[in-house]
């Protein structure tokens, strides 16, 4: 039996939070964040609490601006054009998803690649995917912070990410490969999953869908990072691992709540820094 080590998501980014915290001193003012929410979804304002919270508690500035529902795309994308000119806001990030009929990747594209915190924009992702990468996005760099606690040679590793979104699976994708690992990126349509899994070294799961990972997906010893968020009928958070199973079988697994969630918040910072350190782009 395996002793399946818990990777402490909230642990990890409050130890970031103190180091970066460090950092930010020698600014000559504090970080600007801007954070757009169209409309009032109530899961998004949940993560904008967090996203708050975070900032406070590291000493950057959050500008919150909260908009109607019924501005149009056009309004929006001005609206942010003033933001990517202003020169007291480092970083822009707009809370996705976006209502219906917005659409969300010609917004994300108008935020100035600089600013663009979250790194989802195309200007980011095309560099990301030809092995420049300059902004990343926040839960793949998330999933890979929580692994590396765990993992400290990723050459020849099998991964399976499981998942192919602009958002997480994909970019996670690149980022595995890129460390070295052999990849498989599975999703909807793939046929197998579980024998696919069973051979894995990683295994990420990043679906939505409650209970997908059962014990008999993981070989003994294989680490799984559950992004997946879902509500059960009586209000519960949880991922897709079910988690109860693989304990004494994996490795480690990060928990739901408390693992790639606080760290997706903690990477938002980290990407904000590294924009105000200017070092990510040269300019
Ligand atoms: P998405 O809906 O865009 O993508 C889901 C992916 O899962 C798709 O590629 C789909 O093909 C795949 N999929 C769905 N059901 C599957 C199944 N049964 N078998 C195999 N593949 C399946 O979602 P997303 O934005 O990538 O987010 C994925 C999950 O991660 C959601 O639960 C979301 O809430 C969560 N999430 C968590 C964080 C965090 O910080 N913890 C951040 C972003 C997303």
Redesign the pocket.
Known sequence: MVSTVLIDGKKQADELCLQMKEKIKNFSRPPCLAVILVGDNPASLIYIKHKRKYAERLGVSVKFYQLSPVMTEDSLCSFIKELNENPLIDGILVQLPLPFPFDSYKIIDTIDPHKDVDGLSSTNLGYLFVGQPRIIP??PL?CMALLKTVVSDFSGLNAVV????????KPLGQLLLDAGCTLIQ?????KN?SEHCKNADIVVS????TG?IKKDFIKAGAVVID????RTPEGKIV??ACADELMGIAGAITP?PG???P???SMIFQNLISICEKNLYNR
């Open positions: 926040c839960t998330a499981i998942g192919r979104s602009r958002l997480v699976g599975a999703h909807s349509q793939t999953l990043a679906t939505g869908h997908l992004v997946g968020i879902s991922g897709d739901v693992g790639v969630g760290m997706t918040v």
